[in-house]
Structure formats: C-alpha cells, structure tokens
C-alpha cells in the first residue's frame, strides 16, 4: 500500500495532501487538515458525530475512504456557517447553530457537529418538518447529554427561522 496525492474541496478551498489509500475521510479532516470540528466518536458508524455533507448529502466521515470523495464537495462544521452566509449574506451563522445555542441543545458538545449537519441537511430538504422527521433523521445519532428534547426544540426553532429568512 503506498500514499498517494490527493485533492479535496473542503468547505469550499482546494485541499491538496498525500493519504494513505486506506484513509478515511474522518482521518484525514482531523490529523491532516486539522479540521477538528468533526467528532471521531466510534469509528464504526454508529453515532453519528463524524457527519460531513459529501455533495450536500449527509455521510458519516468514519466509514467514508477518502479516495472516494476526490471529485466531491465536503463540507464540515466549520463550513456550515460559510456555506449559508454564501446563500444568506447578512448572516454568518446558520440557524441551527444559533438555535442549538439558544435552546441549550449544547452541552458536552461532542455529538454537537454530526447533529448540527444533519439538523441543516433536514432543514434544507423539508420544508414542513414534523417531530417525526426530525426524530427519523436523528436516529443515527447519539447523545448522552440532552435527553434529545433540547436537540429537538433547536431544530423547531431553527425551522421557523429559516422560513422566515427565506
């Protein structure tokens, strides 16, 4: 096995890096670009707190092989205020992310950015949400700190927002 040259668009800049063909896209987000928002949780796909968008689709990191994303657009945690304010000028957050801080949906923080990307995918894919999508998107993600009714409250909240920003 040997490493190879790869070139990644993440968060929107060009990423040009040497990975192992074995690599895993959480691997290289974390270890080699430094991008740390995204959780390493379990590494076998059941938690959820690696959750990047792959082309807009919520993919978990862990089990993703980094050769498989080269012509991809992936976007992180620390991309998804960029990518609304990209849509949303006068914005620089999106708004699950101000929703989940309101809502206290925050608190040990580490299932926090595998939630916020698929609360925003969910948002961005249904427009009338009801507590059952929001429960079905969220099954594949753990949190031992909320109970999930905060999480679920931001994601409300953030719907109604994002209705009216619209």
């Known amino acids: 096995m040997s490493q190879n040259l790869v070139e990644l668009s993440v968060n929107g800049s060009i990423q040009v890096m040497w990975a192992w063909e074995s690599d895993t896209l959480l691997h290289v987000l974390r270890e080699v670009l430094g991008l740390t928002g995204t ?3 379990c590494e076998a796909g059941h938690c959820g707190a690696c959750t990047v968008w792959i082309d807009g689709i919520p993919r978990l990191a862990c089990l993703t ?3 498989s994303v080269v012509n991809s657009e992936i976007t992180t945690v620390e991309g998804l205020g960029s990518w609304w304010q ?3 000028p006068s914005s620089h957050y999106h708004p699950i992310q101000r929703a989940f ?5 925050v608190q040990c923080g580490f299932c926090t950015p595998g939630m916020l990307m698929a609360a925003a995918a969910l948002l961005r894919d249904v427009k009338f949400l009801t507590d059952q999508d929001i429960l079905e998107r ?3 993600h753990l949190c031992r700190c909320t109970g999930y009714e905060q999480i679920v409250q931001a994601i409300r909240q953030a719907a109604l927002t994002e209705v009216t920003e619209q």
């Open 39 to 41: 959780k390493n949780g």
């Open 65 to 67: 092989p980094v050769g």
């Open 86 to 88: 990209e849509r949303h």
């Open 101 to 105: 801080v309101e809502s206290g949906a």
């Open 138 to 140: 969220l099954a594949g």
